[in-house]
């Protein structure tokens, strides 16, 4: 009723999840327990609008962090990201959804999971991060190390026979309703 009513307080979260730790924040005003995380408060991340895709198809985002002197973000401190293990690891974007008069977190929502690609620096007037993720859509189409077969079946699943005949169904010529000549 409260998102019907659109009185649900919306906030933004963002984990990473680096080599060289877990990190996360979220655009509240004190820091957040959730999942045996701490959400640092802190809406200084710029997120691009998430777009949506159909199938197998991999969609990128681009996320950016402005340096903010008076928080503590000199273009210095952005420069030790160079210092995470950030390539290739993950990233995950969810709304968490309060309620308007108690504050009690009723549910939260992911809105993409994707991994970091790239992290470019921009200097100038403003320094700032800019760092381009792309979707997990991306596993869809990687060529997998297992072949589906009885063999492989039986060690995920010992009795399973649901690939007993898939090895041969295609190699083989049914004739329905006519002699075989």
Partial sequence: MLLDAGRAVIRGMIRFDF??????FWNGSAPFEFEGRTYLPGGLIGVEAIQGSYGSEAV??????????DDGLTPAVLATIEQEDYHQ???TISDAYFHPDTGALLFVEPQYRGLVDVVTHEAGEESALVIQCESRALDNVKPGFRVRSTADQQSVWPGDRFYEHAEVSGKQEIFWGRDKP
Avoid at 60 to 69: C, F, V
């Fill in 19 to 24: 080599g060289t730790g877990i990190y996360c």
């Fill in 89 to 91: 690891r993950p990233v």
């Fill in 60 to 69: 990128g985002l681009t996320l950016r962090l402005a340096e903010a002197p």
